[in-house]
């Protein structure tokens, strides 16, 4: 029986099952910001699938899975590159290394973003973006009128 399942573990069927058991067991510390992405990047694919339907389009689902698996997959290996280099090169605990990890967070919340501003029919986006323009403007034109 043991045989049975060291064997169907080992198969190449699981390999992302596998990768993901290696990230668990071998990079305990970057566990939070994967699962963040790994979240991210389903909340991404359901809300694609939702666009989708909204704009009456037909969905690949095979190709779409296999998107989704390898797009969870090269950013656990991401992660997994960073934090060994990290680990074992660097030997400190830096917080360039979430910095790192927050880039493809920040690209896969905008995707969401863009998806709920399509669904919504609000501009969320453009609408934080005014705001953040303004908070800066107003910084910078503080900014200037001191170095005066």
Known sequence: ML???????TTLKLWFLQLIGV????????????IMLVV?????????VWVCIDKKEKINFKAFLIKQIKDITLFLIYILVIHYFQT????????IFKLMVGIPLVA????????IEHLTGIKVATQAK????????TL???IE????
């Open 3 to 9: 045989q049975q399942i060291t064997s169907l573990f």
């Open 130 to 137: 005014e705001i953040v323009s303004n908070v800066f403007g």
């Open 40 to 48: 991210f990047v389903i909340i991404d694919a359901i809300l694609d």
């Open 23 to 34: 990230f668990i067991i071998w990079f305990e510390p970057a566990r939070e910001l994967a």
């Open 108 to 115: 896969l919340f905008s995707g969401i973003v863009e998806n």
């Open 145 to 148: 009128q001191k170095d005066k």
């Open 88 to 95: 074992s090169y660097l030997k400190e605990d830096l917080a």
């Open 140 to 142: 910078k034109s503080k």
